[in-house]
């Protein structure tokens, strides 16, 4: 069975320095990934995805991952981060050939932006 | 605006008690799902549906039920809520399998 690791729970970093979120997951063949962000008292958020095609991939509010095949990784990534984005940050992997299109989770990272 | 949207925010019942959580999605996706988040396990999926009267079990369906009698909505029905039922749960939509699902704002149960 597929599963997801964010390598950290908690990343705490300064205002307008680089962050990197890691996750990776176990399966080798074809996969669809995901990052989603949480926002206190609110749903998940799609930040970006990665279906196929360039393995850098660029989302919404300055943040991109890039898909590394051979690493089964799917790191994200922000030059330069904002107090606003603080929230949790979750990586999600599905399998194209699954019926309902599933996504298997991984546990979240927090990260805290402190001025 | 395309959104989900999920009826109650918030709702605290007593054990035994029958309820539903609504789910709307303006959106005409084809692909609904049901998701439950707990501290230390995550979001697990519970229920999904491909199209209209078509719906499968997740990965905790235990005591839940679904139904899809048209494509917006897709509730959830607890029909004797047991306290282990408390958690915080999420309806979504996407338009295909690689699309990515938008979330609703979720509900908060509280099974007492």
């Known amino acids: 069975a597929q599963s997801v690791t964010q390598l950290d729970s908690q990343v705490p970093v300064f205002e307008e320095a680089p962050v990197e979120l890691r996750c990776n997951y176990s399966?080798?063949?074809?996969?669809?990934l995901f990052w989603y962000v949480q926002y206190p008292n609110q749903g998940l958020q799609l930040l970006l995805k990665y279906l196929s095609g360039s393995t850098l991939v660029k989302g919404i509010n300055g943040f991109e991952a890039e898909f590394n095949k051979s690493q089964t990784s799917f790191h994200l990534r922000k030059p330069s981060v904002h107090i606003s984005d603080t929230a949790e940050y979750f990586c999600?992997?599905?399998?194209?050939?699954?019926?309902?299109?599933?996504?298997?989770f991984g546990q979240g990272t927090e990260l805290s932006v402190k001025p | 605006e395309a959104q989900v949207t999920q009826n109650p925010r918030y709702l605290i019942t007593v054990t035994g008690k029958k309820l539903t959580v609504t789910c709307s999605q303006n959106?005409?996706?084809?692909?609904m799902s049901w998701y439950r988040q707990d501290p230390g396990l995550g979001l697990r999926q519970i229920y999904y549906?491909?199209?209209?009267?078509?719906?499968d079990k997740g990965d905790v369906p235990e005591g839940y039920k679904v139904s899809r009698k048209e494509k917006r909505n897709f509730p959830l029905i607890l029909e004797s809520p047991s306290p282990n039922q408390t958690s915080l749960y999420f309806c979504?939509?996407?338009?295909?399998?690689?699309?990515?699902?938008?979330f609703g704002s979720g509900t908060r149960l509280t099974v007492v």
């Open positions: 959106m005409n996706h084809e692909y």
């Open positions: 999600a992997v599905s399998d194209p050939g699954n019926q309902g299109g599933k996504l298997i």
């Open positions: 979504a939509s996407s338009f295909s399998r690689g699309y990515g699902y938008t």
């Open positions: 549906s491909m199209n209209v009267e078509v719906t």
């Open positions: 399966s080798s063949v074809s996969v669809y």
